[in-house]
């Protein structure tokens, strides 16, 4: 095999109350990779669709080439030539897992074409180089759930220990990217290096009940425990009519609604593909109502990850 | 039915990671209550055993009596008289549930007697009233499973939201108590009102993992997630040798070891009764290294809560 094309999906950081610590994968949106094999050493990008420019054509300066190359040097051969035309099918700084995605369907292309040397959870450090480079910062709830599908618990980073949580067979994400940009470095910057530990109280107790939820699954319980009371309140500033576009999800039937990863798109949970679709609708009708345009996108839980394209 | 008399476990509240909102009951120790009803209206206290004389008699005092009192107002009869022997069946200050097992053993007893007119979890809020003026707060991590049995999550307290969860069949846990006494009170003084984010984040891993790892359930899981960066630092002073008897809970094979509630008691679990033992002479041997006496208990997790005694 020279050639391959694969996909990776979009993702939902945090999911309320598990900052930096839960995440769970969509059916769409995500990026494209088109990896092939070269005789020329190293890893070139040859052209980055629908990026409108914006991001690095050098390969140690892009998420998805910068995984490959950390992943080739791990595997010990660095010397390999492969050629990368990445797709990016989701707005940028969207919160949606953008440049995971992309990182993703980078490293898992690259161990396709050579392969599987590694499982997909070998993966996981390389692809989190790339996060290093897109945001400051090697975090892994949105690569881990991209890269392993489903939904996904960072127990720890030190050592790394990712976990996959089982979900209920019906569970619906919307998802609302408004057409305004949050940069992930300025979304982490506003928040408070303290908590109150009345407040770790609360965040630890709908942490517990969430997963207890799914596992269960129990969705009232889901729903008492999609509440967050660390970063919300701080974060939603940046996110024009949040509290409208909330209220909108809830009344419309939502479990649960909050910001996705770092803002400023927000995701709802259903239980129902009907009730997320119009959920949908609720959400960017609050945001129009002020001007601001949007897109939506429903889907269920996304237990593949990643996945090669015919 | 005029008399009755009912048992309450023990319980472990905090579990390492879960401050405040996870605790879980043992076979034993725990308190036993003989309620007598009689012509004379109120609630009183005729003996308390095993408390050397440290206890409030009077009813509105004590965490059995106003926990009674407190269910007969709310049933709408607070003019029905009892009679109420406590027996302490286990050490006060202990960090083992002293005070939620006789309030839960009295407000239990009282419902048997009366024919049952609230359901267990029902009976909750008066059971937190005796943890009220036994430790200066509503809490609900020792009476609720002390209550309903097995392992609970308090999710929220406001409102009052209380979770049973799943944990496996073999399951056990060492308790040893040394013979020295720390006061809840001053236990709670010292914990700093703040925690650091990462801190914050570090825990809610640890939090998802334990909960992830009873229900799944995945006993390498809940070893890794036994671990809490928060308050045991800062409790574990008031406990000499801590760190030693720790260790030798862990290599004597404890998928985990921290401090019982508030301490000073320490709690270990593990995965065979076998071991449950041998973790327990470890720990007490640890302990008499510098010159301190303790009791061991043994058990399974208690999946009852109270029970009736012939």
Known sequence: MESIRVFAPATVANVACGFDIFGFAVAS???EVVLTRSETPGVRITDIIGDEGRLPREASRNTAGISIQKYLQHI???ELGFE???NKQMPLGSGLGSSAASAVAGVFAANELLGR??????????AMEGERIACGSAHADNVGPSLLGGFVVVRSYNPLDVVRIQTPASLYCTLVHPDIEVNTKD???ILKNEVSLKNTIIQMGNVAGLIAGLMTPDYDLISRSLVDVIIEPVRSILIPEFNEVKQAALDAGALGCSISGSGPSMFALSRDADVAE???AAMQ???LAVGITSEAYVSEINQQGPKVLA
Chains 1, 2 share one sequence.
Do not use: Y
Request: no cysteine; glycine share 10%.
């Open 29 to 31: 949106p995500g990026d």
């Open 76 to 78: 010990g051969q660095p």
């Open 84 to 86: 990368m035309v990445l």
């Open 117 to 126: 040397p590694l499982t997909p959870l070998q993966l996981l450090p390389f």
């Open 187 to 189: 979304a982490r910057f």
């Open 278 to 280: 119009r959920i949908g």
């Open 285 to 287: 009708q609050a945001f």
